[in-house]
């Protein structure tokens, strides 16, 4: 797995530190008002060569600025910057480590560093620096991405989910976050598989697990295999059936599912999406909307917040034309889920049997839109796709 190779936009988002006059310690600047003056032209000098893109010039004046202040520790921290803005992360490493023996509670210096020793692949190195600027900042989002980097790196895949968990929450329109979590989540998965096949490679587990892998990779052929050896290896194991069920309801079989499900709720009566997936097939497929309705109600007296569950009792309802009833189930589903295109469309139509015409536009303009991106998205998933199988020329 691959980080994100560029350039964070870390240095846009750090804390002014940058060098002012009246922050000089008079031991910074070994108690010389005129070396004061110099620092102090010195730093308009590199901040108006920074402003216009000149980086060489400003490189030079925090260096002349060092020359005549070595303990002023934020200078290195701006010089440092400077680097790292321009990729140069060996310098950066150098003048940064310099700065933290000369002031070690610089918390964007420590950062900038650990970032800086990641990206040129010193992970260990990067690691306890990392770890020092979150110790000092918790909720810098790059230290913590690069950390949990790091960590991957590392093989430590448990700390890094933990670190990635807590960046989900901070910032869960994040993708890269959520690609770096799901990319630690298959890792650990594929450890355990493999511990598990040094233990039995032929268990009820091992092919629970297979099935598991393979419907994720949506290889339905290879996950009804799996789920069916490990229903026959286990039959009476709760939870297995409705696996091998809810397989043969994506697929569309289903009678297949119908069994199984049934399977399932004899060993697991409680088994509330089991019991909804039976009424969702009377109602979508069987067209037999009374059965339907009384087999969603019993899912909904074990799992009373079933979004699937309210979904086809409202679709139930509508085709009985009770559609007050109808509607408020659908609200509560819209209101559940509403990334749910279903939900709004259906919603719409139990509008319409209301005389609630504004409504239902409201509710088919919802629809849209959340068919269009969901087609927007699955078309740029197959453009990657495509591009990823291209051969390189």
């Excluded at 700065?99 to 918390?107: E, H, I, N, S």
């Excluded at 970032?115 to 979150?134: F, M, N, V």
């Excluded at 749910?340 to 088919?364: T, V």
Aim: charged fraction near 25%.
């Amino acid at each position: 797995m691959t980080f994100c190779s560029a350039v964070p936009p870390y240095w846009r988002n750090l804390a002014s530190t940058f060098l002012v006059v009246a922050s000089m310690s008079n031991s910074s600047l070994g108690q010389q008002p005129r070396s004061v003056a110099q620092v102090q032209a010195l730093y308009t000098q590199a901040k108006t060569a920074e402003a216009s893109g000149d980086s060489a010039t400003a490189i030079a004046r925090y260096e002349a600025i060092l020359r005549v202040a070595p303990k002023l520790g934020s200078a290195y921290n701006n010089l440092g910057l400077l680097y790292f803005k321009k990729r140069d992360y060996e310098n950066a490493v150098k003048v940064l480590e310099r700065g933290l023996k000369v002031d070690p509670a610089m918390p964007t210096a420590s950062a900038l560093l650990g970032i800086s020793l990641s990206e040129l692949g010193r992970y260990a190195d990067a690691r306890p620096r990392l770890e020092e600027a979150l110790r000092q900042n918790p909720k810098d989002n790059d230290a913590e991405k690069f950390l949990a980097n790091d960590l991957i790196k590392l093989g430590d895949l448990e700390a890094a989910a933990g670190h990635l968990r807590v960046i989900s929450r901070r910032l869960p329109q994040d993708q890269e976050v959520w690609y770096l979590l799901g990319q630690v989540y298959m890792r650990l998965s594929e450890q355990a598989l493999s511990k598990m096949n040094a233990i039995n490679p032929d268990s009820e587990l091992i092919h629970e697990m297979s099935g598991e892998i393979m419907e994720k990779m949506k290889n339905y052929d290879g996950a009804l295999f799996e789920y069916q050896k490990a229903a026959d290896m286990s039959p009476q194991k709760p939870g297995i059936h409705y696996k091998l069920g809810n397989m043969y309801w994506t697929i569309a079989q289903w009678d297949s599912a119908t069994r199984e499900f049934q399977n399932e709720l004899a060993i697991d009566p409680r088994n509330c999406r089991a019991q909804a997936l039976i009424g969702d097939i009377l109602i979508d497929q069987k067209m037999e909307f009374v059965q339907g309705l009384a087999e969603v109600d019993k899912a909904l007296a074990i799992c009373p917040e079933l979004v699937q569950g309210k979904l086809d009792r409202g679709r139930a309802l509508l085709k009985l034309n009770r559609n007050e009833e109808a509607v408020k189930e659908l609200q509560a589903a819209a209101q559940a889920s509403p990334d749910d295109p279903q939900a709004h469309f259906f919603l719409a139509q139990g509008y319409r049997g209301l005389g609630r015409p504004r409504d239902a536009q409201a509710e088919m303009q919802i629809y849209s839109k959340l068919e269009e991106n969901a087609r927007a998205s699955t078309a740029a998933r197959a453009r990657e796709l495509i591009r990823n199988k291209e051969p390189a020329r």
